[in-house]
């Protein structure tokens, strides 16, 4: 969690041009995840958090790289589509598969690809809560596989969050 601090303290400094800070919990980003929102053009933003999930075998931490639009804006409501760029630290994780298994036997664990699609709802001026559903290229694939046998409800995630304007 040390980690995400560092970056939100990084992030409001003059040096990065953060528009948000953001506490997010589920979606795959980490059991809890924080970080900064910037606006790269007109409804178009960057993401990146820094999330952490307790485990038994230690504490699993992963970064995230999301870009969003947000399309239909009014009345404080918004929706937005995105897609984020997940990648995990942990011992047992990788980007490449090792030697000892078949190529193709596993996907990569260290990395994932997620859509999005997200509600966003602005309660005061600098503050806004967001509810996301999201899945994993992984998952997406699989559901492919066995679209005759599984619901697509078995394949999503949900997180929300908390977004604070910067001034």
Same mark, same amino acid.
């Given at each position: 969690? @040390?980690?995400?601090?560092?970056? $939100?303290?990084?992030?409001?400094?003059?040096?990065?041009?953060?528009?948000?800070? $953001?506490?997010?919990?589920g979606s795959f980003d980490g059991m809890l995840s924080s970080g900064y929102s910037s606006e790269i053009d007109e409804n178009l933003y960057v993401d990146l958090l820094i999330g952490v999930t307790p485990d038994p075998s230690g504490t699993i931490t992963s970064s995230t790289l999301k870009i969003k639009q947000? #399309?239909?804006?009014? @009345?404080?409501? +918004?929706? +937005?589509? #995105?897609?984020?760029?997940?990648?995990?630290?942990?011992?047992?994780?990788? $980007?490449?598969?090792?030697?000892?298994?078949?190529?193709?036997?596993?996907?990569?664990?260290?990395?994932?690809?997620?859509?999005?699609?997200?509600?966003?709802?602005?309660?005061?001026?600098?503050?806004?809560?967001?509810?996301?559903?999201?899945?994993?290229?992984?998952?997406?694939?699989?559901?492919?596989?066995?679209? @005759?046998?599984?619901?697509? $409800?078995?394949?999503?995630?949900? +997180?929300? +969050?908390?977004?604070?304007?910067?001034?």
């Amino acid at each position: 969690m @040390n980690k995400a601090l560092i970056l $939100i303290a990084l992030c409001m400094s003059n040096d990065i041009m953060a528009d948000e800070v $953001i506490i997010q919990t589920g979606s795959f980003d980490g059991m809890l995840s924080s970080g900064y929102s910037s606006e790269i053009d007109e409804n178009l933003y960057v993401d990146l958090l820094i999330g952490v999930t307790p485990d038994p075998s230690g504490t699993i931490t992963s970064s995230t790289l999301k870009i969003k639009q947000l #399309g239909f804006r009014g @009345n404080g409501f +918004g929706i +937005g589509i #995105g897609a984020k760029l997940i990648a995990t630290a942990d011992k047992d994780t990788y $980007i490449l598969l090792p030697k000892k298994y078949p190529r193709r036997y596993y996907p990569p664990t260290g990395i994932y690809f997620s859509p999005f699609v997200s509600a966003h709802y602005e309660l005061d001026n600098e503050t806004s809560v967001y509810y996301e559903v999201s899945t994993l290229d992984y998952y997406m694939e699989a559901y492919v596989r066995n679209f @005759n046998s599984t619901s697509i $409800i078995e394949y999503v995630t949900y +997180g929300v +969050g908390l977004a604070y304007k910067l001034d």
